[in-house]
């Protein structure tokens, strides 16, 4: 199974875009490839940016200078991904040690499974490289449409983050992120509740794989 990571990132968030870079080397299971958007920079905005990066994946960098919504970059990066499983992540977030190889793992186990969604800490870098997840744990609940906000729920109601949700290639060939500006923010959101209502089957793990770092 060969799994791609798609990032969207503004050029505010670089700093931390390469503290995640270092998150996805360290990885139990490196993804193949990894596939990232900044923007808006000019084509020679990562000359001496001294990046690290693990000769075992596959890194692309797209770059461009004009404004355009997170989902746009999302949209590109994936058109660009190879993976039998392509997993989103946010530039300034931090990922458990475990995380792809948790995914894998569950998108393996759970074959009817389309888009695979989990929990997070909220500011809590600590909680989440101190913990040990069990990636046999492959236990899940299904989503349904959250009736009182624009994405999706568990059945328990357990809070889920939108942004880092793995999908199978066949789901991205036939769906996009929406890229209108009135989408902004909540693109995540509205994707998840759209591929709902058309019945792709999204299932929730409650493990907490990353940590949503915002002030």
Do not use: W
């Amino acid at each position: 199974m060969k799994i791609s990571v798609c990032i969207p990132c503004h050029v505010n968030d670089f700093s931390d875009l390469k503290n995640l870079i270092l998150d996805l080397n360290s990885q139990s299971r490196k993804p193949d490839e990894v596939i990232i958007f900044i923007k808006p920079v000019s084509d020679s905005f990562l000359e001496d940016k001294n990046l690290t990066l693990d000769n075992e994946i596959q890194y692309k960098f797209l770059t461009e200078n004009k404004y355009s919504t997170m989902a746009y970059a999302k949209n590109r990066c994936i058109e660009e991904a190879t993976g039998d499983i392509i997993c989103l992540m946010d530039s300034d977030d931090t990922l458990d040690e475990k995380k792809v190889e948790f995914v894998e793992n569950f998108m393996k186990e759970h074959d009817r499974c389309d888009v695979m969604v989990h929990g997070y800490f909220y500011n809590d870098k600590n909680s989440v490289r101190t913990q040990s997840v069990d990636v046999q744990d492959l236990t899940y609940e299904k989503c349904l449409p959250d009736p009182n906000a624009l994405g999706i729920m568990s059945t328990s109601k357990q809070e889920l983050h939108h942004a880092h949700s793995s999908f199978r290639r066949k789901v991205l060939l036939e769906n996009s992120f929406p890229e209108k500006d009135s989408a902004y923010r909540i693109d995540d959101s509205v994707f998840l509740k759209m591929l709902l209502k058309k019945g792709f089957n999204i299932l929730f793990s409650k493990h907490k794989l990353i940590s949503f770092n915002k002030i």
